[in-house]
């Protein structure tokens, strides 16, 4: 909250799609598309509520499961094909005065179809807006990738041309070189901030002062139709993306004040994922004397305890855990159900207890533990919901790394 102020996000969400129907509950990369918008809301510092308007019992119900408030289901005469924002916004906030007598300072409008949010998106948006009182509203916006000062419309009876737009001082924009017409920029959905009273007092959803919230182009998508939704997963994935995005899948968890145990796998950990195997199938693999290291310092001056979790049966891997004195469980198959017996065994919550793993089998393990680190070369979708990625690769320092960021939150200094 800002100084007592009272703001609002509304992610409006229609239940009636035909281009892609059910698209603000659908699968988008792994989650409800309308997850993405509600977790950006959420996280914002200084929004008070997130709000979910919507004319469909199951995207309320969805909603309500990500943590929205869904007060209300919008009457089928605000849920038209042709609805604009403006009377959404002016029911809600009309069915909220009424009936639980609230009444916001500011609203932040997130629309479910720009799921891609930088990190910080929301918050800035509603500084720009809170150090500018005399404008009216914030807008996301992107540089243009088209000029409209070079494009024309077609009269109907004589089929001329005729410039869209011209530009003082310049004759003939049209032929002008792109560097001398002035910048031009786009409208994203990303985000939208606003002053309550430029809704209810102005009757409008910008108002006449308008202040731009830059927003690099990488992040700009909006999905209205199926190849949308495809290009824009594909571009996730391709783009890496997922760490610098408000994300759904991750909201990562802060470092346990009180670790008593890390647990680690093996191959992608401890080794760099590779294997040497000779004439007789006998196995061989990299190790980190490093991390051995770093191992060492941590259990001595913190007591903390680690142990092994490997899928393997390889005697590789006893032997190097042998060596440094560190129990292995072998042969795991369903790590989540091992990591449990460990801490039931040993008494332990799971707030207590710090996990690293490189492959999708060690991602069962992460929502049972308290915090889930992974090397910088993990899978993509271990990275994607680690709490921490270290930016050492696995069997070439991710695990001293890891052990000497948990020194130092201890305020212990490291050799």
């Given amino acids: 909250m800002v100084a007592g102020r009272e703001i609002l996000a509304i992610i409006p969400a229609r239940g009636g799609s035909k281009g892609i129907p059910g698209k603000n509950i659908k699968d988008f990369a792994g989650f409800p598309l309308i997850a993405y918008s509600i977790v950006a809301g959420l996280r914002s510092e200084w929004v008070t509520r997130v709000i979910v308007s919507t004319d469909d ?52 409008w997130l629309r479910p179809t720009s799921p891609i949010r930088p990190l910080d998106c929301v918050d800035d948006a509603l500084r720009l807006l809170l150090d500018h009182p005399e404008a009216d509203s914030v807008r996301g916006v992107v540089p243009a990738g088209q000029n409209p000062f070079k494009m024309w419309t077609i009269e109907a009876g004589t089929h001329r041309m005729t410039p869209l737009l011209g530009v003082d001082g310049i004759a003939e924009p049209y032929n002008a070189p792109r560097q001398v017409l002035p910048d031009v920029y786009w409208q994203t959905g990303h985000i939208d901030a606003l002053w309550t009273k430029t809704v209810t007092e102005k009757n409008s959803m910008t108002g006449a002062v308008i202040l731009p919230l830059m927003i690099e182009p990488r992040f700009t998508v909006d999905i209205d139709n199926p190849s949308d939704w495809k290009n824009a997963e594909v571009m996730l994935q391709r783009d890496a993306l997922f760490a610098e995005m408000v994300d759904p899948a991750n909201q990562r968890r802060g470092l346990p004040e009180d670790i008593k145990l890390i647990v680690l796998d093996f191959d992608g950990v401890m080794t760099d994922n590779r294997v040497w195997v000779d004439e007789h199938g006998q196995e061989m693999v990299a190790a980190n004397r490093s991390d051995s290291l770093g191992l060492e310092i941590l259990r001595k001056r913190t007591g903390i305890e680690v142990m092994v979790l490997s899928r393997e049966t390889n005697k590789v891997v006893k032997a190097r855990c042998d060596k440094l004195k560190l129990p292995v469980f072998q042969a795991v198959v369903d790590k989540k159900q091992a990591i449990q017996d460990v801490m039931a065994a040993k008494k332990l919550s799971p707030s207590q207890v710090v996990y690293m793993g490189n492959d999708t089998n060690d991602l069962p393990v992460f929502p049972e533990v308290g915090f889930a680190a992974a090397p910088a070369d993990a899978h993509p979708e271990v990275i994607r919901r680690a709490d921490l990625v270290v930016s050492m690769p696995g069997g070439k320092g991710a695990v001293r790394e890891l052990c000497d960021m948990i020194l130092s939150c201890l305020n212990d200094g490291v050799d």
Avoid: M, N, S
Avoid at 85 to 99: E, G, I, N, Q, T
């Fill in 57 to 108: 019992e199951k995207i309320a119900e969805i909603a309500r499961g990500w943590g929205a408030d869904v007060p209300f289901l919008r009457p089928e005469q605000f849920a038209q094909d042709d609805t604009l924002d403006l009377p959404v916004a002016k029911h809600c906030l009309d069915w909220l005065a009424a009936y639980q007598d609230y009444q916001p300072d500011a609203l932040v």
